[in-house]
């Protein structure tokens, strides 16, 4: 069974640093296909997708974002960690995680983290 | 604005059948696989379909999706109370090198 979580602070500051963790289980992000990606959503808004790291290390970001952004993974941990930079009111979000493989796409989510941005 | 449109509501009443359309372009619906996702109010999204017309298990046969060239469209038949939810499409963009989300269509059970 996968299972993924996000964690990281609720609330920063303007211009602060934002780190979230998604911590996994149920699949290893070594085995070829595989990919774990960033997907934030503002409150009443539309889904946007932010970053994606695979298997091999290869990384994409979202070309709106691209500039502030770094995904990372951690297999022995079973951790990806995304970083965002020069956070604004506007990032304010709940950030999921998602796994992905091949044809099936994202196909599970975790639950989701709010993450405040305000002074 | 997203690259790939929905319509922002839809409705229907109980036993009906309803379709959502999501409208792109040849880099995206035109040359990759379609998803769709249901979230239902303050849950994470949930995988409908796959690869356009698949369905993971456990996704009841009363949702289907199918499509062509640069549109794809979900149906719900027999539409029940816990339809009511927010549903967007997702693709690859080949020429943007990202995931890409619809506006999320918003369906009301009457």
């Known amino acids: 069974q996968i299972t993924l979580k996000e964690s990281g602070p609720t609330l920063v500051k303007p211009t602060q640093t934002l780190t979230l963790t998604c911590t996994f289980s149920g699949f290893s992000l070594s085995t070829y296909g595989v990919g774990v990606a960033w997907i934030r959503q503002p409150p009443g808004q539309a889904l946007e997708w932010l970053a994606l790291i695979y298997w091999d290390g290869d990384r994409r970001y979202s070309p709106s974002l691209k500039n502030r952004l770094n995904i990372t993974k951690d297999t022995s941990k079973d951790q990806v960690v995304l970083t965002m930079t020069n956070m604004d009111p506007v990032d304010t979000a709940t950030y999921y995680c998602?796994?992905?493989?091949?044809?099936?796409?994202?196909?599970?989510w975790g639950q989701g983290t709010l993450v405040t941005v305000s002074s | 604005q997203s690259v790939l449109t929905q319509p922002p509501s839809a409705s229907g009443t109980p036993g009906q059948r309803v379709t959502i359309s999501c409208s792109g372009s040849d880099s995206n619906i035109g040359s990759n696989y379609v998803y769709w996702y249901q979230q239902l109010p303050g849950t994470a999204p949930k995988l409908l379909i796959f690869?356009?017309?698949q369905r993971p298990s456990g996704v009841p046969d009363r949702i289907s999706g199918s499509g062509s060239g640069t549109s794809a469209s979900l149906a719900i038949s027999g539409l029940r109370s816990e339809d009511e939810a927010d549903y967007y499409c997702?693709?690859?963009?080949?020429?943007?090198?990202?995931?890409?989300f619809g506006g999320g269509t918003k369906l009301t059970v009457l």
């Open positions: 998602a796994h992905l493989y091949d044809v099936l796409g994202l196909d599970q």
């Open positions: 690869r356009k017309t």
């Open positions: 997702a693709s690859w963009d080949d020429n943007l090198s990202t995931w890409l």
